[in-house]
């Protein structure tokens, strides 16, 4: 589903050599705001260090869909890759 204005999530990705989980740190309405965000994450990062984490900002443009399949996926899996509908109830 479509929706009207954008959204923008700042992502939290974890240091995978020493365990530091990922997260998402907001849904934002303004690119700018989750920019700022970002920003003062990486700053508090660099202050208290524990692992090297990264943040990101995701534009969103579809909720309830997939956005993003990598190609090794696609070459693994083929096209379409995803042929259950989630919005059927699990039985």
């Not at 990101?56 to 042929?83: A, E, T």
């Amino acid at each position: 589903m479509a929706i009207s204005m954008p959204l923008y999530a700042v992502i939290d990705v974890g240091c995978i050599e020493c365990g530091e989980s990922s997260g998402l740190v907001g849904v934002f309405t303004d690119r700018k705001i989750a920019d700022m965000v970002a920003d003062d994450c990486i700053k508090i990062q660099r202050l208290n260090w524990r692992g090297e984490h990264m943040f990101y900002v995701w534009k969103i443009g579809s909720v309830d869909s997939i956005g993003y399949i990598p190609d090794y996926v696609r070459k693994c899996l083929g096209d379409p890759i995803y042929s259950r509908r989630y919005d059927e109830d699990d039985e």
